[in-house]
């Protein structure tokens, strides 16, 4: 009798709102500048490296997310495409410099730059992170900069430092998915208490800047879970929340579990605004840095008319900018 043949693990078929377009014309040649610029300062993406379904949609519009601190992240989280390695190579001493070229060549409104974790270093990288921001504002003082953090292993001495007189206008740290499955989704050194504690310490730290956060759904979570979490979240005195759909970017990588429909991100939507979030993007296609600046924008003018494909963004009704750091020059920069 033949020896049954190995069954072939295959990606789950995309539901019938999953679909994109590619640039073309003059969204095709803002995309090959992009390409080029990010190239030609011998940087990384995110977009790129994460594969992120939005690559087309955001290079077209002239928009990337910087990924700093090298190609390869020290954890091994189950649902992220970026290349795992125990000992990545050393900084580059170069990148700032590099970062702020091309910030100024792309002629960029908002800069979201995202680090891989760098547990290897003493400081997690929090010093290299802090050069490299504060490269770009002298360079473009008039550019919101965003920075997508690791955890810094949790240390609250690095993130004190990090984020002293800082020019940021966003500081972001995704807690990815609800608690029970911290375990099944995050490397074993990350956890949603650990995320909490540093986002909670980054807005005593520095109440005038605006903090956010990011769930997935698709990874195991139930709905009441996934509201649970979010009010974990607010708690900690996170301002801006995003909410997307988990996409396995290999078949080696976590499965996923479910796609909810459109409808339900626009209730996860309203209920992130009951609970006192100033604004959210929730739908299938958002990421945390999916569009970044747009959202930072609506909550500057509620009147502002950009729209985010495929997701719901809602501002709250209840907001005082008085207490935030949204810089235009670096004379807004609070000591």
């Given at each position: 009798?033949?020896?049954?043949?190995?069954?072939?693990?295959?990606?789950?078929?995309?539901?019938?709102?999953?679909?994109?377009?590619?640039?073309?014309?003059?969204?095709?040649?803002?995309?090959?500048?992009?390409?080029?610029?990010?190239?030609?300062n011998?940087?990384?993406?995110?977009?790129?490296?994460?594969?992120?379904?939005?690559?087309?949609?955001?290079?077209?519009?002239?928009?990337?997310?910087f990924?700093?601190?090298?190609?390869?992240?020290?954890?091994?989280?189950?649902?992220?495409?970026?290349?795992?390695?125990?000992?990545?190579?050393?900084?580059?001493?170069?990148?700032?410099?590099?970062?702020?070229?091309?910030?100024?060549?792309?002629?960029?409104?908002?800069?979201?730059?995202?680090?891989?974790?760098?547990?290897d270093?003493?400081?997690?990288?929090?010093?290299?992170?802090?050069?490299?921001?504060?490269?770009?504002?002298?360079?473009?003082?008039?550019?919101?900069?965003?920075?997508?953090?690791?955890?810094?292993?949790?240390?609250?001495?690095?993130?004190?430092?990090?984020l002293?007189?800082?020019?940021?206008?966003?500081?972001?740290?995704?807690?990815?998915?609800?608690?029970?499955?911290?375990?099944?989704?995050?490397?074993?050194?990350?956890?949603?208490?650990?995320?909490?504690?540093?986002?909670?310490?980054?807005?005593?730290?520095?109440?005038?800047?605006?903090?956010?956060?990011?769930?997935?759904?698709?990874?195991?979570?139930?709905?009441e879970?996934?509201?649970?979490?979010?009010?974990?979240?607010?708690?900690?005195?996170?301002?801006?929340?995003?909410?997307?759909?988990?996409?396995?970017?290999?078949n080696?990588?976590?499965?996923?579990?479910?796609?909810?429909?459109?409808?339900?991100y626009?209730?996860w939507?309203?209920?992130?605004?009951?609970?006192?979030?100033?604004?959210?993007?929730?739908?299938?296609?958002?990421?945390?840095?999916?569009?970044?600046?747009?959202?930072?924008?609506?909550?500057?003018?509620?009147?502002?008319?950009?729209?985010?494909?495929?997701?719901?963004?809602?501002?709250?009704?209840?907001?005082?900018?008085?207490?935030?750091?949204?810089?235009?020059?670096?004379?807004?920069?609070?000591?």
């Open positions: 009798m033949a020896r049954n043949s190995p069954k072939i693990k295959t990606r789950e078929r995309l539901p019938s709102w999953f679909k994109t377009s590619l640039p073309n014309g003059e969204q095709q040649k803002i995309y090959n500048e992009t390409k080029s610029a990010v190239k030609d011998k940087l990384h993406t995110v977009c790129e490296e994460a594969r992120c379904p939005n690559i087309h949609d955001c290079w077209s519009s002239g928009d990337a997310t990924m700093i601190a090298g190609q390869e992240c020290t954890r091994g989280c189950r649902f992220c495409a970026v290349g795992s390695i125990k000992t990545p190579p050393p900084l580059d001493i170069d990148e700032p410099k590099n970062l702020a070229d091309a910030v100024e060549s792309m002629n960029l409104r908002h800069a979201v730059i995202t680090v891989v974790n760098r547990d270093l003493p400081d997690s990288g929090s010093d290299h992170y802090k050069k490299c921001i504060e490269e770009v504002n002298t360079r473009q003082p008039d550019v919101t900069l965003e920075l997508l953090c690791s955890d810094l292993a949790g240390d609250l001495d690095d993130l004190a430092h990090l002293d007189n800082s020019p940021l206008s966003v500081f972001a740290h995704n807690v990815e998915c609800v608690p029970r499955l911290d375990p099944i989704v995050r490397d074993r050194r990350a956890s949603f208490s650990q995320s909490i504690k540093i986002l909670k310490e980054a807005k005593k730290l520095r109440p005038d800047i605006i903090t956010k956060s990011s769930l997935m759904v698709g990874v195991g979570e139930t709905n879970e996934l509201i649970d979490a979010m009010k974990l979240v607010r708690d900690a005195g996170v301002d801006l929340l995003t909410i997307g759909q988990y996409l396995a970017p290999s080696k990588h976590l499965p996923v579990d479910r796609f909810p429909e459109p409808e339900l626009d209730i939507a309203k209920k992130a605004i009951e609970l006192g979030f100033l604004g959210v993007a929730s739908g299938p296609f958002v990421r945390s840095s999916f569009k970044a600046g747009l959202l930072l924008r609506k909550l500057k003018d509620p009147n502002n008319d950009e729209n985010m494909p495929g997701a719901n963004v809602l501002i709250s009704n209840d907001i005082s900018f008085d207490q935030y750091q949204l810089r235009t020059s670096p004379t807004e920069v609070k000591p």
